[in-house]
């Protein structure tokens, strides 16, 4: 059982007859008696939903639907580490400790512990994300250290799989991590990781080669039922997307096929715009992992970095996907 509480990032004040709801973008006032309500009445239903008839369930679902209230779950524990994120997640979930839950299970393939790929992982891990299946082949160098903050002075030489471990199991309880030290070259190599390790539950691509690589990621991910997220930066550009799911009908020939999928890889990296890659692909794979169910469009952002600029385009279905 649930109760209601009111949104923890909103400050809600009121009277008898009037609720009072501020936020960062505005403020709006509720007169609850147009609703035959009172705040007496209102807070013993939010108190005990059970008790609320017909008129007061309206009104709570309204408030739900309007992001004012949230269920609390007495009975669900928060981790202290994801504590302060409540607030964002009650701007994403009816259900905000729920949605902490739903992060906590998924088991996430991250292919490629470079630039994006462990940028993504802090990110994740500081979500509360515990379950990781990681794919490298690479050991660390100092040439990585300008974008990749997760290797010591110390590192440099060791598998980034093995300090890539360490450093999630340093702040994660019970952490499980599965490492395959593998170079991912064609869509049959996913598919062997992915029949390796049944528990995986979304994949994010941070691999840009060899060329034509991330069609052939996704085409593995979908053919196994599963979701996935892919993302590259260059020098001017970065992108981010699209996050596939398999309920969606996207045509991956014509998406391909006409993003030049064979040009070749930049040998150059800035950290402040891989990290703005890294971690708005992390902040997609959470949007679904909160709640697998809603899928979202299969859309692309890319980013310009010199004006902060993002266009948005969209994967489509089309005559070739039944093909």
């Known amino acids: 059982m649930f109760h209601y509480e ?4 909103k400050t809600v004040t009121f009277d008898e007859e009037t609720l009072t709801i501020e936020d960062e973008y505005s403020r709006r006032t509720v007169a609850l008696l147009q609703h035959d309500a009172t705040a007496s009445l209102l807070h013993a239903a939010m108190t005990d939903p059970s008790t609320a008839d017909a008129a007061m369930r309206r009104l709570l679902n309204a408030l739900v639907e309007r992001h004012v209230i949230i269920e609390r779950h007495p009975h669900v524990e928060m981790d202290e580490r994801q504590s302060r994120s409540l607030g964002y997640l009650a701007t994403r979930s009816k259900a905000p400790q729920l949605a902490q839950q739903q992060i906590g ?14 940028v993504l992982i802090q990110h994740l891990v500081a979500a509360g994300v515990r379950r990781f299946v990681l794919v490298d082949h690479d050991a660390v160098e100092l040439s990585n250290f300008n974008r990749q ?3 010591r002075t110390s590192d440099v030489g060791a598998a980034k799989l093995e300090t890539t471990k360490a450093w999630i199991s ?12 593998r170079r991912i070259s064609s869509e049959s190599d996913v598919s062997l990781v992915l029949g390796e390790y049944p528990s995986v539950t979304v994949v994010a691509s941070c691999i840009d080669s060899p060329a034509g690589i991330e069609q052939q990621v996704v085409a593995a991910c979908l053919s196994a039922g599963l979701p996935v997220m892919t993302g590259a930066v260059g020098v001017d550009l970065g992108h981010v997307g699209p996050f596939f799911s398999p309920r969606q009908k996207v045509c991956l020939a014509c998406w391909y096929g006409s993003r030049a999928a064979k040009q070749a890889v930049t040998p150059w990296s800035h950290g402040v715009t891989n990290t703005l890659v890294g971690a708005l692909m992390a902040q997609r794979v959470l949007d679904w992992a909160m709640d697998p169910d809603t899928d979202g469009e299969p859309t692309r952002m890319t980013v310009e970095f010199n004006s902060l600029t993002i266009h948005r385009s969209l994967a489509r279905d089309c005559a070739h996907h039944d093909a």
Do not use: M, S
């Open 149 to 151: 903050f997760l290797w």
């Open 6 to 9: 009111f949104h923890p990032a």
């Open 170 to 181: 340093e702040r994660v309880e019970d952490p499980d991590i599965q490492t395959v030290d």
């Open 105 to 118: 299970n998924q088991c996430v393939l991250v292919l490629g512990v470079g630039g994006t790929g462990t």
